[in-house]
T-cell receptor
Framework: RKEVEQDPGPFNVPEGATVAFNCTYS??????FFWYRQDCRKEPKLLMS???SGNEDGRFTAQLNRASQYISLLIRDSKLSDSATYLC????????????FGKGTKLSVKP | DAGVTQSPTHLIKTRGQQVTLRCSPK?????VSWYQQALGQGPQFIFQ???????QRGNFPDRFSGHQFPNYSSELNVNALLLGDSALYLC?????????FGPGTRLTVL
């Protein structure tokens, strides 16, 4: 079983749609959780960290359920510029532990 | 402030050759991590350098080695290249929690 598993995608949605990405992780000792965004042929960039209490940044909401080892990302009112691959990431060690990436889910937002 | 820089941008090698990739971390960052991203996959951790020593290593063979210099810049060396080593190689630097990625070096092995 892979350490981090994501919806395979791709997700093709119209502008304005709400889209949800799901992710599960296998190591119950994982300590930190993130969503990264990667545009085509570019490097990954941190979208947001994920906390147990849930956190929101504008149109983006991330949730963590430690009991189920489940992470989610919700994008509301999607824009054309949201088209990218979204990577679910966990860190098992301390603050300098290595990042473990999921395979990524590709999102295409169409006009 | 320049972000993480990597060189070269693209590289084409043949099987059996050796390659060296370079990374300059973001100003003030002392930790450099290297990742390999095959097409259609998420990045996979190769190793991490801190204070010129390899601090952590992922599941990669000894053909993959690295170095960190006193100015915190780093090199990734791959010996005896295989076709399967074709990938985007990403360098990430960090000081505390967040890792900042460079644009990557795209390696093609023919």
């Amino acid at each position: 079983r892979k350490e981090v598993e994501q919806d395979p995608g791709p997700f093709n949605v119209p502008e304005g749609a709400t889209v949800a990405f799901n992710c599960t992780y296998s190591n119950s000792a994982s300590q930190s959780f993130f969503w990264y965004r990667q545009d085509c042929r570019k490097e990954p960039k941190l979208l947001m960290s994920v906390y147990s209490s849930g956190n929101e940044d504008g149109r983006f909401t991330a949730q963590l359920n430690r009991a189920s080892q489940y992470i989610s990302l919700l994008i509301r009112d999607s824009k054309l510029s949201d088209s990218a691959t979204y990577l679910c990431v966990v860190r098992n060690g301390g603050s300098q532990g290595n990042l473990i990436f999921g395979k990524g889910t590709k999102l295409s937002v169409k006009p | 402030d320049a972000g993480v820089t990597q060189s070269p941008t693209h590289l084409i090698k043949t099987r059996g050759q050796q390659v060296t990739l370079r990374c300059s971390p973001k100003s003030g960052h002392d930790t450099v991590s290297w990742y390999q991203q095959a097409l259609g996959q998420g990045p996979q951790f190769i190793f991490q350098y801190y204070e010129e020593e390899e601090r952590q290593r992922g599941n990669f063979p000894d053909r993959f080695s690295g170095h960190q210099f006193p100015n915190y810049s780093s090199e990734l060396n791959v010996n005896a290249l295989l076709l399967g080593d074709s990938a985007l190689y990403l360098c990430a630097s960090s000081l505390e929690i967040e890792q900042f990625f460079g644009p990557g070096t795209r390696l093609t092995v023919l």
